[in-house]
């Protein structure tokens, strides 16, 4: 089910007027594909068909900060590249201006030795965590955390100054 947001987006924009329920119906997918693509899925969003009269046109303004926010309780080994790959797909979009990216992931931590989540391991580490490594703005947590209020106060500030900071290239 398509999400009804303001202004007929597909994203969220400024005047939204319910942000809460709007971020809850983007985040809601779905069932989806057996196995997790996350930064497919992201690398799709960002083609240029999609962004130029495709259905996310507007979406990739250069005014603007781009968050980038993967939820994700598996890991990603199906998406093609590396974390470092798909985060230069990132900068490529916003033109490589690193400072107008932020990205924002909640995953497993099943890799790490003082790991909140607690079932077998996956192969090797983490690649979504490592994805929010490589961004010059990224943050990772534990999606088995108790809560997630810290990490998202702190990334709101970071996305906050970011933005305060952004100078369209």
Do not use: H
């Amino acid at each position: 089910k398509r999400c009804d947001l303001f202004g007929g987006n597909r994203y969220i924009v400024k005047g939204e007027p319910d942000p809460e329920a709007a971020f809850k119906c983007i985040a809601t997918l779905g069932e989806g594909p057996k196995t997790a693509v996350p930064m497919t899925v992201m690398q799709d969003a960002l083609e240029p068909n999609m962004l130029s009269g495709g259905c996310n046109d507007g979406f990739l303004r250069k005014d603007a900060l781009l968050a980038v926010v993967v939820l994700d309780g598996v890991q990603d080994n199906g998406t093609p590249g590396t974390p470092q790959d798909w985060y230069d797909a990132l900068v490529a979009a916003k033109g490589g201006n690193e400072e107008a990216i932020v990205t924002l992931v909640l995953s497993n931590d099943v890799d790490l030795p003082d790991g909140v989540c607690k079932y077998d391991p996956m192969i090797g580490p983490n690649p979504l965590r490592l994805f929010a490594e490589a961004a010059a703005y990224g943050r990772f947590a534990s999606i088995c955390s108790d809560t997630y209020v810290d990490y998202l106060e702190t990334m709101a500030a970071t996305i906050i100054k970011q933005c305060s900071l952004l100078i369209p290239g």
